[in-house]
Structure formats: structure tokens, C-alpha cells
């Protein structure tokens, strides 16, 4: 069947933006998506709006299995040095980039420093010191101290390696044309990217690793109406619909013959759903007051009853698809006395008044939960008012500013905890202005002394043990309340060969994706 006709099934689905683009042979696969992608580049853009086509174009120094080993990808091998602070990697010979210019280690080094300069992940590549090029087909890392995330770092979704000769003619890298109009290495080309509307991606002829991609292209289509996006997978006109959360859309679409869905390919990601709190607010400055709201607020039925569930139970920092989670924390199963005594002990005047804000967009996950936490707050003795927010800006403003008590939020774990855990709780990361920071203004020497040392701690049963009693300490303190892993799901026709399950599901190449015969 041809790819531009399986497209036009769905007339709540535009295709005019695509007339001119011609119909294309079998061995398509077309990803319906409602994340909108600013540019292409995720060597300086963070989130899997951008990481999904981004590790179809470029190409990363390694890649990772299903489970949480890193194998070999432009470099074949590397070697660490006996006190964590060298890693050299050995390229493979003869890959190119799509307009036939060599990768070389220039292009390596130039795309590390990069990244880390630009990157909106700071900790990623925080030690690189430098990268030394001793020749075209060696990169050395240099590294200040040993950074045992480094080799996550360095996945397809966080590190691509882009070329030199294109993004080091002095222009801003962050707005480069060529975001847009990508030149890189990966196992597909670009040949048409629509912002809000298509990116359409052809098999890359030349590609590095022999055989691959099996496919002849991939169109992500997107697609803002979720009920146009349903009846397009419903009706076949698409092929893979990832990271679909809503647990309306889940249900419906296991109810299809013809379509696997999944909870798997998520587990690096690692999104958390949260109650945060402004430990800065003198309401909320006691722990007491915090711990009597976790102990109000009855997690099975969010998973359960608002979630239908199809969401899993989070009760701690840590994404509980890591290896780093520690099971033994405090779980705050609902007790409403127990609530009331930690108030009445913390000395507090009821009833509290207090606000609660909320991600405009994802209505599950986030206002039908503080909707709920009015309700049941209630009990206990809290006013609980809900604020909306007309659009994300604003939400980002008041939560970046300190400028809430408490809010809803998701946030993702990014694979190791030094990517996208150690933001959230140390003190040096509490900046005004900046989402997704230490926002809850939370503070504790030995929380940093912890996360800093298990940022260079290689041996990895003492890494554990640093961050199992991080866990315990941040659960106990409670300037967040986890609740729940985001139900990101994927849903593919049946007949699809290898779908992408690994840790990174479809933020990773999708060079082995194909067809049954």
C-alpha cells in the first residue's frame, strides 16, 4: 500500500501541506505525534519532541541495548582510564555524513564542547574538560573529575554528533539554519520538515552500519487533534503512535485488533508525576505540614480511578524502572489522622489556605489530580485553591519565579540520576526564572553531599547505597510528593518487526524497525 495513501483515509488530517511530496513505496512507516518539535537538533535542544527525529539524523558515539549497557555505534570501542578521568573512543572508519563529508574526532570534539556550552542539561558534560583529537579516528574525553553518567550522556537522545563543517561557521548553534535543514550521520536523511505539521525522513543510502535502515522512510505526522490522531490509528492510515499518556486513548486503542500497545521503551526516560512544594513559603517551610499532605493524598486512587489504571505507583525521586531505586522509602499510605496530628504538632492554624497550579494540557495527569487534592485536602483541614493557567508560559513563570505554594509537575529522569534527578534537589541548582531547577527551593547539606558524591563514585554497588539513602532522605523531607509514572504507552500495528522496546523506545534509531513479510 502506498504511504500517501494511507494518509488520506482520515479527513480530519490535513495531507495539502504534503501535495507536492510524491507517493512513496512500501517500506514506510508513518509515526502519528502530537509533540511539535521547535528544530530538529537535540544537540541543543532537550525533550522528545526533538530527540525522536534527532536520533534518526544523527548518529552518537554509542548507543544502548534493551537493558542499560551502551554498545558500539560511530565508535567501535573505548577504553577508561584506571582513575575515571580519560575515556578514548575509536571511531569506526569510513562513516560520512549526509552530504559525503567524513565524521571525523574533530567533528566529535566539536560536538561534545557544543553541547556542553548549549545543551539546556548542564550536569551531562559537566567534568569535560576537554576532547583531544590525536587522530581523525580517536576522541579522547578529558574529564575533571570520573563521571560514571557519562557513557548515558552520551546516548542517541543527548549527545548526536554533529558536523563540524556545518555548525562551526561561527553562527548561533541554538538558532543555526541547519537545525532545521539537518546534515548529519544517522540511518535516515531529511527531505521535508513542515514545522507543526510533518517531518518526513528517507533511508540514508550510505549509512554506516551495514544493512540498515531496513526501511525506505518514516513520516511523523503531526497531529494536534487527539481525536483525528485515534481515528487515523484506528483506521490503519498510521503505523505507531508513542508516547500516548491519556488513559482514554490507551484503552481505545487496545480495543483494536490490529494494534499492539505497550508500556514499554520508557524506562530512560523516566517521567515522574509530582506534587511539588515551595519549601520557601512559611506554610509550607515545615516538613510536618508537608508530611500531613502526603499522608491526605490516597495515590491508588489516582492510579486507579482518575488514571483508569493504566498509570504506575512513583514513591520515590528516582524513575522505579532504574536500577538506582531504592524500594525502601516511606510510601505515605493514606491516613487522615495521622494528617491531622502532624498539623496539630507543627502547630498550624486551620483552616490553611493554599494555592495549587497545574501543566495546562495533560488534564490526567495534572488538573483533574489538583482538582482532586481540593477535595481531600479539605479533610484535613487545607483550603486548597486551584489556580489555572491560560498556557504553559505562565505556569512556567509562576513555578520558575517561586511563585506558588504547591504545583503539579512532570519530570523526566533522563536515564542516569546525575542527567535528570540532581537538577531538582541541589542547593546550586536553585535558580529563579529557570523551570525544571530546584524550583521547591529545597536545601540539604547532606542531600548535596550525597548526589555529589555519587556523581563520581564508579563502583556502582557504593553509587547505590549513595543514592538509596538520598531517596530516604528527600521521601522523608517530602519537598515533592511522588505519585506516579506518566503512562506514556506506544501503540503499533502488529504487523511492524522489531518496535522500538529499549530503554529509550522512539528516542533512539530505528535503523532495525521493518516490516513483516
Do not use: C
Not at 484503552?251 to 505497550?262: F, I, M, N, P
Not at 483550603?383 to 523526566?412: C, I, K, Q, S
Amino acid at each position: 500500500m502506498k504511504l500517501m495513501t494511507r494518509l488520506m483515509g482520515a479527513a480530519a488530517i490535513a495531507v495539502s501541506a504534503m501535495s507536492a511530496t510524491p507517493l512513496w513505496a512500501d517500506g514506510s512507516l508513518v509515526i502519528m505525534s502530537t509533540q511539535v518539535p521547535r528544530h530538529l537538533n537535540g544537540a541543543v535542544q532537550s525533550g522528545i519532541a526533538t530527540a525522536v527525529p534527532s536520533t534518526q539524523l544523527f548518529a552518537s558515539l554509542v548507543r544502548y541495548d534493551n537493558g542499560w549497557d551502551p554498545q558500539p555505534y560511530l565508535a567501535k570501542s573505548w577504553d577508561t582510564s584506571a582513575d575515571g578521568k580519560s575515556v578514548t573512543f575509536h571511531l569506526v572508519e569510513g562513516a560520512t555524513f549526509h552530504d559525503g563529508k567524513p565524521i571525523t574526532s574533530e567533528d566529535v570534539a566539536f560536538s561534545i564542547m557544543t553541547i556542553k556550552a548549549n545543551h539546556p542539561f548542564q550536569s551531562m558534560f559537566a567534568p569535560v574538560e576537554a576532547v583531544e583529537t590525536p587522530d581523525a579516528n580517536t576522541a579522547v574525553i578529558k574529564l575533571a573529575q570520573p563521571h560514571p553518567a557519562l557513557m548515558l550522556a552520551l546516548s542517541p537522545a543527548l549527545a548526536p554528533i554533529i558536523p563540524k563543517h556545518v555548525y562551526g561557521d561561527g553562527q548561533d548553534v541554538k538558532s543555526h539554519p541547519a537545525n532545521s535543514a539537518v546534515v548529519g550521520s544517522g540511518p535516515f536523511k531529511l527531505k521535508e520538515f513542515t514545522p507543526g505539521e510533518a517531518i518526513v525522513l528517507e533511508k540514508n543510502p550510505n549509512f554506516f552500519v551495514d544493512g540498515r535502515p531496513v526501511l525506505d522512510e518514516i513520516l511523523i505526522r503531526i497531529v494536534k487533534d487527539p481525536s483525528a490522531l485515534l481515528i487515523a490509528m484506528e483506521n490503519g492510515e498510521g503505523d505507531m503512535y508513542p508516547f500516548m499518556a491519556g488513559s482514554q486513548e490507551i484503552k481505545r486503542l487496545q480495543g483494536v485488533d490490529a494494534l499492539e500497545v505497550t508500556a514499554e521503551g520508557y524506562a530512560a526516560i523516566g517521567p515522574i508525576n509530582w506534587l511539588a512544594f515551595n519549601t520557601a513559603s512559611p506554610k509550607l517551610g515545615d516538613k510536618r505540614v508537608r508530611q500531613a499532605i502526603a499522608y491526605a493524598v490516597d495515590r491508588d486512587f489516582i492510579i486507579k480511578a482518575l488514571h483508569r489504571g493504566v498509570s504506575t505507583a512513583q514513591h520515590g525521586p528516582i524513575i522505579e524502572s532504574s536500577p538506582f531505586f531504592e524500594a525502601g522509602v516511606e510510601e505515605y499510605k493514606v491516613d487522615l489522622e495521622k494528617s491531622k496530628a502532624l498539623l496539630a504538632e507543627a502547630g498550624v492554624a486551620l483552616p490553611l489556605a493554599l494555592t495549587i497550579d497545574y501543566i495546562p494540557g495533560p488534564k490526567e495527569q495534572q488538573q483533574s489530580i489538583a482538582e482532586y487534592l481540593k477535595s481531600q485536602l479539605k479533610k484535613i483541614g487545607i483550603e486548597l485553591e486551584v489556580r489555572a493557567a491560560p498556557d504553559f508560559p505562565t505556569w512556567a513563570g509562576r513555578v520558575g519565579g517561586h511563585d506558588f505554594d504547591l504545583t503539579m509537575d512532570v519530570v523526566f529522569n533522563w536515564g542516569d540520576p546525575v542527567i535528570g534527578v540532581h537538577r531538582t534537589y541541589l542547593s546550586s541548582n536553585i535558580r529563579k526564572g529557570v523551570i525544571w531547577s530546584n524550583t521547591q527551593n529545597y536545601s540539604n547539606p547532606k542531600v548535596d553531599e550525597l548526589l555529589a558524591a555519587a556523581a563520581v563514585e564508579q563502583d556502582m554497588a557504593k553509587r547505590k547505597a549513595l543514592y538509596s539513602e538520598f531517596q530516604k532522605i528527600v521521601v522523608d523531607e517530602v519537598p515533592i510528593m511522588f505519585l506516579n509514572a506518566s503512562p506514556y504507552h506506544t501503540a503499533y500495528k502488529d504487523g511492524i518487526e522489531n518496535a522500538p522496546m529499549g530503554i529509550w523506545g522512539t528516542a533512539h534509531p530505528m535503523d532495525t524497525v521493518s516490516w513483516k513479510k
